[in-house]
């Protein structure tokens, strides 16, 4: 069974780095095709992707975050890291990781999700 | 940058058949993923890969993509399908989201 949680602060100063991590079971990021997702979503409005790492270590960033955005892995310890740097009052939101499964290229998607962590920016 | 469109809303008859579409261009030749989010819950993937339902989720849901749109169909809609529905693509090594449709069951 898959499992993913989001941990980190709930509260951030404006200018500050957000530092997030996911931690999962059910799966291994050593397994070729796997991949962990972090996407966002800022109160009443849609879904939007932020970065997605892949078992290789191959990493892809949401093109308009990409200079503030750092994703790593720990494959032995089964995390997976996200820092967002200069947080501003915008970037209030939950923020989510996902599962990225086995599939055949740009098939992408997010088959588990975690419940999410709400990130408030505030000064 | 690459956009799904998707209609703010969509209304539905209870036991009635549900379309919600997404246009992009050429998304037909691209894959397209659906998922459901209902209030204060995470996403749950329902269609991946134009096609394909993950394991768990009703034959009731089903997807289609050709030309410039995908579509998300529900047939006979149950109240427990509303909520807000997003697609998703994969362009240029980016991951895309639609802004997302309100599915009401009235």
């Known amino acids: 069974q898959i499992t993913l949680k989001e941990s980190g602060p709930t509260l951030v100063k404006p200018t500050q780095t957000l530092t997030l991590t996911c931690t999962f079971s059910?799966?291994?990021?050593?397994?070729?095709?796997?991949?962990v997702a972090w996407i966002r979503q800022p109160p009443g409005k849609a879904l939007e992707w932020l970065a997605l790492?892949?078992?290789?270590?191959?990493?892809r960033y949401s093109p308009s975050l990409k200079s503030r955005l750092t994703i790593t892995k720990d494959t032995p310890n089964d995390l997976v890291v996200l820092t967002m740097t200069n947080m501003d009052p915008v970037d209030t939101a939950t923020y989510y990781c996902a599962h990225r499964p086995i599939a055949v290229a740009g098939a992408d998607a997010f088959d588990f999700w975690g419940q999410g962590t709400m990130v408030t920016v505030s000064s | 940058s690459y956009e799904l469109s998707q209609p703010s809303s969509v209304s539905v008859s209870p036991g009635q058949t549900a379309s919600i579409t997404c246009s992009g261009d050429?998304?037909?030749?691209?894959?397209a993923s659906w998922y459901q989010q209902k209030p204060g819950q995470s996403p749950v993937l329902v269609i991946s890969?134009?096609?394909k339902r993950p394991s768990g989720i009703p034959e009731r849901f089903s997807g289609s993509n050709s030309g410039n749109t995908a579509t998300l169909t529900i047939s006979g809609t149950q109240a427990m399908d509303e909520a807000d529905y997003y697609c998703q693509a994969w362009d240029s090594s980016t991951v895309v989201f639609g802004g997302g449709t309100k599915l009401t069951v009235l």
């Open positions: 790492i892949y078992w290789d270590d191959d990493k």
């Open positions: 059910g799966f291994s990021l050593s397994t070729s095709g796997v991949g």
């Open positions: 890969q134009d096609f």
């Open positions: 050429k998304l037909g030749n691209k894959y």
